[in-house]
Nanobody
Framework: VQLQASGGGLVQAGGSLRLSCAAS????????MAWYRQAPGKKRELVAS???????NYTDSVKGRFTISRDNAKNTVYLQMNSLKPEDTAVYYC???????????????WGQGTQVTVSS
């Protein structure tokens, strides 16, 4: 399973960005999908997650500003980021628990990361 993230970039504080992450490969099913981020010198942290039936969870610092969603037909997860702050600057990674037709076992997969930079 490959995860391809896109949508990062440079934005001013208060602006918005929308990240996308498409999963491809011999996918049988995808369970939880999530976005993580890692700022320079910091540990990778969970930003938001979404189950296959669209239940969501957010870290406190992004509640009310970020929205995670998914399109199961497209095997794609999105992260709408509004009211961005300089402290949101990080590399954002998508993550998914997926089962393939080959093994029919669930494994965890990571995308390659996309840079989000918020200027003050």
């Amino acid at each position: 399973v490959q995860l391809q993230a896109s949508g990062g970039g440079l934005v001013q504080a208060g602006g918005s960005l929308r990240l996308s992450c498409a999963a491809s490969g011999t996918i049988f099913s995808i369970n939880d999908m999530a976005w993580y981020r890692q700022a320079p010198g910091k540990k990778r942290e969970l930003v938001a997650s979404i189950t296959s039936d669209h239940s969501t969870n957010y870290t406190d610092s992004v509640k009310g500003r970020f929205t995670i969603s998914r399109d199961n037909a497209k095997n794609t997860v999105y992260l709408q980021m509004n009211s961005l702050k300089p402290e949101d600057t990080a590399v954002y990674y998508c993550n998914a628990d997926a089962k393939t037709w080959v093994t029919l076992t669930t494994k965890n997969y990571w995308g390659q990361g996309t840079q989000v930079t918020v200027s003050s």
